[in-house]
């Protein structure tokens, strides 16, 4: 188990000045779902909930990290072989330590199993203070009650911990979890989100990402997307589009934007992909050629299908393994 966890989104309240020394912290949390509850830390003194977790140690792994500060503060044992990753969160915000000093926390969430036996809590002076108790509550009844207080200066990580949760009922709701997208940029070029479109079940429309291409001094150059899964639309019409403006044609921007979305659709777990376009579009297929995409076939558009209605009969089709 390493750290490499896919961003949920970061936090940053913006209320430090430019600082040249950033105190980071780390930590795991952890999601413990019983059917339709799930287990959390509340503070009987101030009303919010909180994953049970913490800072990871020095040499630790994450895995005995969440065990431990799961045991300490909920008095419940992780059953090692159940954890699984879920997300990153990371915060920014002026640190209350030193008045130049920007704290930076990342937490790690993973999903995990627990046996039923509940043990004594080991709680820091601050825990006891705040009286830290196991609670077994509805999603919904804990976003809520966070979502009221998440604006609390004194304790600024309830709107971490809101996020998350909405985040997790989504995700049993098999909604898709949009990622953060910054890490989408290589030397030339980057992808700026424009919209993330849910699932159009009528319209058997996938969820999907929506970015503008800009070069790094934020010159827009042109346009693409990335459908998340498979369906009979995304094998017609592929799971990325893109177009690049005319002046900024011939220097392989698509494809490396292309690269650069593939990156997000391994976070998605997506093993492969779909990329086609119409036969006589030369530099389109030339850019599936020069990806390394495998042409599968020369397909007919159903009738049924939008390309079909917009007088196109036939598209090539390439995948491209992850």
């Not at 044992?77 to 990753?85: D, E, G, L, V």
């Not at 690269?259 to 530099?283: E, G, M, S, W």
């Given at each position: 188990m390493n750290d490499n966890l896919p961003l949920l989104t970061m936090i940053d309240d913006q209320n430090y000045p430019k600082a040249d020394n950033i105190l980071q912290r780390e930590a795991v949390r952890a999601i413990i779902l019983f059917e339709n509850r799930i287990a959390l830390v509340k503070s009987q003194k101030e009303g919010f909930y909180k994953f049970p977790g913490g800072g990871i140690k020095q040499g630790e792994s994450h895995s005995d990290a969440l065990?431990?500060?799961?045991?300490?503060?909920?008095?419940?044992?992780?059953?090692?072989?159940?954890?699984?990753?879920?997300?990153?969160?990371?915060?920014r915000r002026k640190s209350t330590l030193c008045e130049n000093e920007i704290f930076e926390q990342k937490s790690y969430y993973y999903l995990a199993k627990t046996d039923l036996k509940i043990e004594a809590q080991n709680l820091d002076d601050y825990e006891k203070d705040l009286d830290y108790q196991l609670t077994l509550i509805d999603l919904d009844t804990a976003y809520k009650t966070n979502l009221a207080l998440q604006n609390n200066e004194i304790y600024p990580f309830i709107k971490r911990e809101t996020f998350v949760l909405d985040a997790i009922q989504k995700y049993l709701k098999n909604d898709m979890i949009f990622y953060d997208t910054n890490f989408l940029k290589n030397d030339e070029i980057y992808l700026k989100l424009v919209k993330a479109a849910d699932t159009v079940l009528e319209k058997a429309w996938l969820p999907a990402y929506k970015f503008q291409i800009c070069l790094v001094d934020g010159t827009p150059i042109g346009t693409t997307d990335l459908r998340i899964g498979h369906n009979a639309k995304t094998y017609i019409g592929g799971n990325i589009g893109y177009e690049i403006n005319e002046a900024y044609r011939g220097h392989h921007y698509a494809a490396k934007a292309c690269?650069?979305?593939?990156?997000?659709?391994?976070?998605?777990?997506?093993?492969?992909?779909?990329?086609?376009?119409?036969?006589?579009?030369?530099?389109s297929y030339k850019t599936c050629e020069y990806l390394g995409g495998q042409l599968i076939e020369i397909a007919d558009i159903p009738e049924d299908n939008e390309m079909y209605q917009e007088g196109k009969r036939q598209v090539r089709v390439y995948k491209f393994e992850l």
């Open positions: 065990m431990r500060e799961t045991r300490e503060e909920v008095g419940l044992n992780i059953i090692p072989a159940t954890i699984k990753p879920f997300g990153m969160m990371i915060e690269r650069l979305l593939f990156k997000l659709a391994k976070l998605h777990q997506l093993d492969y992909l779909y990329i086609t376009c119409v036969p006589d579009n030369v530099p």
